[in-house]
């Protein structure tokens, strides 16, 4: 017999589902012409075993046609009927005595009741299949029926929301949610997030869905107030309307005092705004009025016992659970765990010496070292197969920090096969293209750059590649060359980890770091000198900057090749810097003349990067600069002076 009572009904896959969903298909569309119970069980009796042969296939041929009668009467009972507002209008029960309703003529007790009982149907299962079969008039007209079952009413939205008819959504859920019709009672509360989430698919501006939510906050249920203000806070959070934020909450804890979800909006609230201690306060707070009721409010209770200590990522924990996804969590305990491994460094292979073209005086000195790729110990390389074959990330292209496009997977909560295979595999916190990945990989969550705290697993990811790379023999006879892509995986790493500690003010790891990395990979390809030579000549380090500029002489990066112009010109090397600002002149004439004014309009900027020559780079370099070399004692005035003589010629 089928599965009736199956929870996964009438979504069950295979034949089972195909025919249950074309019995209660045709089933629903009687039902709703006003067939009368004695046709439609008629119906059943003979079109079941027909419809659906796969319900009936362990049904012996004799009783065929009266195991079809009472699935079509368990059918019957759950289905809504016309004459009774959409109800059920359920046949009565036959006494042991009675006549069998099948029509045998027996006695119930001698017939159908030997039969093995048919299950119950669930009511609910209607609603889907009859928001699928009937016209979307036929669906307005029995919903305006003052005695329609409510719950049909959220679950044939649901329905509908699933395959993007936003407009019918709107129109079931607005006119309930807006004060018409009074029967919504709190557990349809749902209703209002479905709603929003329409206006959201239908309209491209919020106007519209703040009008809504205004009326909504008017309504005569005081849950719907409460929870048309949390939506309310919730926006004027993202758009830093921090006051009406606030407004909107007190509102919220007017209406509904009791709602243990206004815990979480009150600690997003205060995070937004930076009271780190007092959301730890409130979370105190919240977890005493709460605490008791731990059965069942289990995870808000484990989200404010986290938040006393550590309110933003207990938040973040909080939002990801809301929606079914445990990785951020799982990831943390992963590498909380794997952390504790001494790092494990790489061998190398040696590739030779670089070609460089040019003569040999030009040749830079790194040349006559041996250029290696970092190779992975054996013992990583299970870890690095189970997670080439779970994640698919999109390597950033050339120099570029940035993912190229791929399926973000923190879209679907349920895609972790790469958090299992880094579970199964704690070593491969050892591995540099696996750090690579996960980097970006954490960039690309949607709470990523927030209040959140996702990013704060960022840098141990950073510094563990740094002590891998370090632990690696590559010495100062040997470079890392970022031509070879077994290396960009660790560089990548590596000038990240210079952009946090710039981010972060460490100012001199920042520098330390740079200095080692253009010996790991004196092309440096990321242009890391450019950032050195600013930080030498911001700190009066001429000599630095001028040694530095010395070893990339036919460089095409302004701040190199006017930083070395200005360190010439501070270390009193006059002729030297002339013939230098000359030459960057030539080259770059816009740089020296943005420089030289007191306002530029900021240029356009383009995603392919910066023009060289262009406005921007310009823009760039003077908004870098500008005030070290007003600070450089007689260095803007020559610069002027020097630029207007070479216009005149
Ligand atoms: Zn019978």
């Given at each position: 017999?089928?599965?009736f009572?199956d929870?996964?009904f009438?979504?069950?896959?295979g034949e089972l589902?195909?025919?249950?969903?074309?019995?209660?298909g045709?089933?629903?569309?009687?039902v709703?012409?006003?067939v009368d119970?004695a046709?439609f069980l008629?119906w059943?009796?003979?079109?079941i075993?027909?419809?659906?042969?796969?319900m009936?296939?362990?049904?012996?041929?004799q009783?065929?046609?009266?195991?079809?009668?009472?699935?079509g009467v368990?059918?019957?009972n759950?289905?809504?009927s016309?004459?009774n507002?959409y109800?059920?209008?359920p046949?009565?029960?036959?006494g042991?005595?009675?006549?069998?309703p099948?029509?045998?003529?027996m006695?119930?007790k001698?017939?159908?009741?030997?039969?093995?009982?048919?299950?119950?149907?669930?009511a609910l299962?209607?609603?889907p299949?009859?928001a699928?079969?009937?016209?979307?008039t036929?669906?307005?007209r029995?919903?305006?029926d003052?005695?329609?079952p409510?719950?049909?009413?959220?679950?044939?939205?649901e329905?509908?929301?699933?395959?993007?008819d936003?407009?019918?959504v709107?129109?079931?859920?607005e006119?309930?949610?807006t004060?018409?019709?009074?029967?919504?009672?709190?557990?349809?509360a749902?209703?209002?997030?479905?709603?929003?989430?329409a206006?959201?698919?239908?309209?491209r501006?919020?106007r519209k869905?703040?009008?809504?939510?205004?009326k909504m906050t008017?309504h005569?249920l005081k849950f719907?107030?409460g929870?048309?203000?949390?939506?309310l806070c919730?926006?004027?959070?993202?758009e830093d309307?921090?006051g009406?934020a606030?407004?909107?909450?007190?509102a919220a804890?007017?209406?509904?005092?009791?709602?243990?979800l206004?815990?979480i909006?009150?600690?997003?609230?205060?995070?937004?705004l930076?009271?780190?201690?007092?959301?730890r306060?409130?979370?105190?707070?919240w977890?005493?009025?709460?605490?008791?009721?731990e059965d069942?409010?289990?995870e808000?209770?484990?989200?404010?016992?986290r938040?006393?200590?550590?309110?933003?990522?207990?938040l973040?924990?909080?939002?990801?659970?809301?929606t079914?996804?445990?990785r951020?969590?799982?990831?943390?305990?992963w590498?909380?765990?794997?952390?504790e491994r001494?790092?494990?460094g790489?061998?190398?292979e040696?590739?030779?010496?670089?070609?460089?073209h040019?003569?040999?005086?030009?040749k830079p000195?790194?040349t006559?070292r041996?250029?290696?790729?970092?190779m992975?110990?054996?013992a990583?390389?299970?870890?690095?197969q189970?997670?080439?074959?779970a994640?698919?990330?999109?390597?950033?292209?050339?120099?570029?920090l940035?993912?190229?496009?791929y399926?973000?997977?923190?879209?679907?909560?349920?895609e972790?096969a790469w958090?299992?295979?880094?579970?199964l595999?704690p070593?491969?916190?050892?591995?540099?293209?696996?750090?690579?990945d996960?980097?970006?990989?954490?960039?690309?969550?949607?709470?990523?750059?927030s209040?959140?705290g996702i990013?704060?697993m960022?840098?141990?990811?950073?510094?563990?590649?740094?002590?891998?790379?370090?632990?690696?023999?590559?010495?100062?006879?040997?470079?890392?060359p970022?031509?070879?892509?077994?290396?960009r995986?660790g560089?990548?790493?590596?000038?990240q980890?210079v952009?946090?500690?710039?981010?972060?003010?460490a100012?001199?790891?920042?520098?330390e770091?740079?200095?080692?990395?253009?010996e790991l990979?004196?092309?440096?390809?990321?242009g890391?000198?450019?950032?050195?030579?600013?930080?030498?000549l911001?700190?009066?380090?001429?000599?630095?900057a001028?040694?530095?500029?010395?070893?990339?002489t036919?460089?095409?990066?302004?701040?190199v090749?006017?930083?070395?112009?200005?360190?010439l010109?501070a270390?009193g090397?006059?002729?030297?810097?002339?013939?230098?600002?000359?030459?960057?002149?030539?080259?770059?004439p816009?740089?020296?003349?943005?420089?030289?004014?007191a306002?530029?309009?900021r240029?356009?900027?383009?995603d392919?990067?910066?023009?060289?020559?262009?406005?921007?780079e310009?823009?760039?370099?003077r908004?870098?600069m500008?005030?070290?070399?007003?600070?450089t004692?007689?260095?803007?005035?020559?610069l002027k002076?020097?630029?207007?003589?070479?216009?005149?010629l």
């Open positions: 017999m089928a599965k009572d929870p996964g009438p979504d069950e896959t589902g195909v025919e249950l969903r074309l019995v209660l045709i089933a629903a569309r009687k709703l012409e006003g119970d046709a008629e059943a009796r003979d079109a075993p027909n419809l659906a042969p796969t009936l296939v362990d049904v012996p041929p009783e065929l046609d009266r195991e079809a009668f009472w699935i368990s059918i019957w759950a289905a809504p016309p004459a507002h109800q059920p209008s046949v009565p029960k036959p042991r005595n009675d006549a069998c099948c029509g045998s003529g006695k119930y001698r017939c159908c009741q030997r039969l093995r009982p048919v299950p119950d149907f669930p299962v209607f609603w299949v009859i699928e079969v009937c016209p979307k036929e669906v307005d029995m919903i305006a003052p005695g329609f409510v719950d049909g009413i959220g679950l044939m939205a329905c509908f929301f699933e395959n993007g936003y407009l019918q709107i129109r079931m859920l006119p309930p949610l004060g018409g019709a009074e029967r919504i009672r709190t557990e349809h749902h209703w209002i997030d479905m709603l929003c989430d206006y959201d698919e239908q309209y501006t919020p869905k703040l009008a809504l939510l205004d008017k005569r719907v107030q929870e048309a203000w949390q939506r919730s926006i004027r959070i993202d309307d921090f009406g606030h407004e909107a909450f007190a804890m007017r209406a509904q005092p009791d709602n243990p206004l815990s909006l009150e600690l997003t609230l205060l995070g937004s930076g009271e780190i201690d007092q959301a306060r409130r979370a105190r707070f977890l005493q009025k709460w605490e008791g009721h069942e409010l289990p808000l209770i484990a989200t404010l016992r938040a006393v200590s550590d309110p933003m990522s207990a973040q924990l909080s939002i990801a659970r809301a079914g996804d445990d951020i969590e799982r990831l943390e305990r590498l909380s765990a794997s952390l001494s790092a494990i790489w061998g190398t040696a590739c030779g010496k670089l070609d460089v040019g003569d040999d005086s030009e000195t790194w006559d041996e250029a290696v790729t970092l992975p110990p054996p990583l390389g299970a870890a690095l189970a997670w080439r074959e994640a698919e990330i999109g390597k950033p292209f050339a120099t570029s940035d993912p190229m496009d399926d973000n997977p923190w879209d679907d909560a349920d972790d958090l299992t295979a880094l579970e595999h070593e491969a916190i050892d591995h540099l293209d696996i750090l690579d996960l980097v970006l990989l954490l960039r690309e969550h949607p709470l990523a750059g209040v959140y990013d704060d960022i840098p141990p990811l950073l510094l563990r590649a740094r002590r891998i790379v370090e632990a690696s023999p590559i010495g100062e006879d040997r470079i890392l970022w031509g070879f892509l077994e290396n995986p560089l990548r790493l590596l000038t980890l952009l946090y500690y710039q981010d972060n003010g100012l001199s790891e920042a520098v770091l740079i200095q080692w990395l253009l990979n004196p092309e440096d390809n990321q890391l000198r450019a950032m050195l030579i600013n930080h030498y911001r700190a009066g380090n001429y000599a630095d001028l040694e530095l500029a010395q070893r990339y036919r460089d095409f990066l302004v701040d090749t006017y930083g070395r112009v200005l360190a010109f270390l090397r006059r002729d030297e810097a002339d013939t230098a600002l000359g030459k960057a002149v030539d080259r770059s816009l740089v020296a003349q943005y420089l030289g004014r306002r530029v309009v240029p356009e900027f383009h392919a990067g910066i023009s060289v020559g262009g406005p921007d310009a823009w760039l370099y908004d870098e500008r005030d070290t070399w007003n600070d004692k007689g260095a803007m005035p020559w002076q020097t630029a207007r003589n070479r216009e005149r």
